[in-house]
């Protein structure tokens, strides 16, 4: 694979694969705020 | 009790006869499946290839962020706010638009009636993988020996190895139905989903050792930077994004109006939007790998067999199947993983349908069931398992696909944003529960940059189509099942729209008690049937 094919690879994995963590990370935390405000 | 407790507890239990999500889990992983089907697997990996290679990431993660998460938001805001059905979600939104939900109803009815028909060619091959039936010549043995397909008409000649499998499909997917949306479409979600994770996973491995594999993933992406100065390139990013996520055509509006009501649906619609994206992305690893390899097998470039859609499952990976080690691991993991994401779409699709049925005449769950999908089931076998099944099929797929979804979907938003100027009272919903919250930047978006990529992507769809027939196929089968088919939907739609809805239907904007955005004293009272308006800009 030319290093260009490589980086644009790495490049749409983080992007996309690192959202999707991100997105997953924002979902659980927001549901914990939700239990804590339900139990206060 | 007061009138206002009174219909807030007649509502809660008209939600209990409707059924829900049990948990958001089930819920996303039911939109996941929804937007995950033959589309992600099939088409994003020719798309992207075709459209500048790793340069395509750019337009499309763009047409991602700024109209497919939108938009996929937009759709959970109407369903979850008004707690129905596509054309009851949008009669409470307001009552002279209902017919835009059934217009969203019968392109999904179509698109069941032969995405079923994909499905039960998948599921012949994944046990013609077993043995690869196909022999050496997978296109011959795919067009002449399997469909049987003759010259372009339209003819009642049966094709049983098409007939059985498709009425194994329709058999188990009205069983799920009828189970419900949690012990079925949930319980089906909740199994299928991470199945079809680990066989694609292991699928993409295998891929990968392949030789060859890395001249594969080169050439899909090395990036043509010039590609970005193309429109067309930036219409195929928003088609894609468009047609994969599930977006527009009332399925998302279905399964958001089963989702508890203080569900973060902001959180959950990112999720599902990247979730979809990253499938996409490992599908196209994978297919690239394997079409290296194939490449390398056949001592040509790239270029000479990349192919996507029905090309790439049934002639091109039977090519790879038979070459590669492993061969009918490889074969079995890929057609079975066609079978699982296309289920769970098709479920979705049919949900629609059987959701709206319920809504309008308060129908038993079997009974709305065995009424939707009998009719759906019957066309399905009638239309697609004869020998010019695979003819009509890639017409109204085309059609219901660029002047259907399309059409629909930008007139919706048009209306919701601009005529109804819904957004304001949509995204104070989405903002109750929903993190990061939605402001100004999702209303420009909604109703500006989404509607105009949709706009360009139709009018290139439409320049090409006028330019000369779809596939050469001659007028009688484009009028018939295409152009006629996309203006009849719109037109029964507005028929349905004229139907009364069943006695004690509240279509008097969000169901009491559904919209914890609105004020406290918000009117309540439950004028069924009349033709008031939400209106709600707060």
Redesign the interface.
């Known amino acids: ?2 290093t ?3 980086v ?2 790495v ?3 983080l ?3 690192g ?2 963590v991100l ?2 990370v ?2 659980v935390r ?2 914990a705020v ?1 239990d804590r405000s339900d139990g206060a | 009790m007061s009138t206002t407790a009174g219909h807030a507890s007649e509502h809660a239990e008209q939600e209990r006869r409707r059924g829900g999500f049990s948990s958001r889990r089930v819920f996303i992983l039911a939109a996941i499946g929804s937007a995950i089907g033959l589309g992600n697997i099939w088409r994003f990996p020719y798309v992207a290839y075709e459209n500048g290679g790793g340069a395509f990431l750019l337009p499309y993660l763009v047409a991602l962020l700024t109209a497919g998460i939108p938009f996929l938001l937009l759709d959970y805001a109407i369903g979850h706010r008004h707690r129905g059905s596509a054309p009851l979600s949008f009669a409470r939104l307001r009552r002279g638009t209902e017919g835009l939900g059934w217009w969203q109803v019968g392109i999904c009815f179509v698109i069941a009636v032969y995405y079923a028909a994909v499905l039960a060619w998948a599921l012949r091959y994944t046990l013609f993988s077993l043995d690869k039936a196909w022999g050496a010549d997978p296109e011959a043995f795919f067009f002449g020996e399997f469909l049987q397909a003759g010259d372009v008409a339209v003819t009642a000649d049966v094709v049983p190895g098409v007939l059985v499998p498709l009425a194994v499909v329709w058999v188990a997917v009205l069983a799920v139905m009828a189970l419900g949306v949690q012990r079925g479409i949930g319980t089906l979600s909740l199994v299928f989903i991470p199945v079809l994770l680990v066989a694609f996973g292991v699928l993409v491995v295998q891929a990968l050792l392949l030789p060859g594999a890395g001249t594969g993933l080169d050439a899909l992406f090395t990036p043509d930077w010039s590609a970005l100065a193309s429109a067309s390139v930036w219409a195929a990013a928003f088609g894609q994004i468009f047609f994969s996520l599930s977006v527009g055509f009332g399925i998302m509006i279905t399964y958001a109006s089963y989702v508890d009501r203080r569900e973060d649906m902001t959180g959950s619609g990112l999720v599902v939007g990247f979730s979809n994206s990253g499938f996409e992305l490992l599908a196209g690893i994978g297919v690239f790998a394997a079409l290296g390899f194939m490449a390398q097998a056949a001592g040509t470039a790239v270029d000479e067999v990349a192919s996507g859609g029905i090309g790439l499952a049934f002639i091109a990976f039977p090519t790879i199947i038979n070459e590669a080690p492993a061969g009918a691991l490889l074969g079995v993991l890929f057609f079975g993983s066609l079978v699982i994401a296309g289920i769970t779409s098709l479920v979705s699709v049919i949900e629609v349908v059987i959701s709206a049925v319920r809504d309008k005449l308060d129908t038993s769950r079997l009974t709305a069931t065995l009424a939707v999908g009998v009719p759906a089931a019957v066309l399905s076998l009638v239309l697609f398992s004869t020998t010019s099944g695979i003819y009509v099929l890639d017409v109204v797929d085309h059609f219901v696909n660029q002047y259907g979804i399309l059409v629909v979907a930008l007139v919706s938003m048009l209306v919701v944003s601009w005529a109804l100027r819904a957004l304001p009272g949509l995204a104070g919903h989405l903002n109750v529960h929903g993190r990061p919250r939605v402001g100004t930047g999702w209303r420009v978006l909604t109703s500006v940059v989404a509607p105009a990529g949709l706009a360009v992507v139709l009018v290139l769809a439409l320049r090409d189509d006028l330019a000369e027939p779809y596939e050469g196929y001659p007028a009688w089968l484009l009028g018939g099942f295409g152009w006629l088919l996309v203006v009849a939907l719109p037109l029964v739609g507005l028929a349905l729209s004229r139907l009364p809805w069943r006695s004690g239907t509240h279509l008097d904007g969000p169901p009491p008690g559904a919209d914890p955005s609105a004020p406290a004293t918000a009117p309540t009272g439950a004028r069924t049937g009349t033709g008031h308006s939400e209106g709600g800009l707060r």
């Open positions: 694979m030319s260009e094919a490589v644009m690879m490049v749409a994995m992007v996309v694969w959202g999707l997105a997953l924002n979902l927001q549901g939700e």
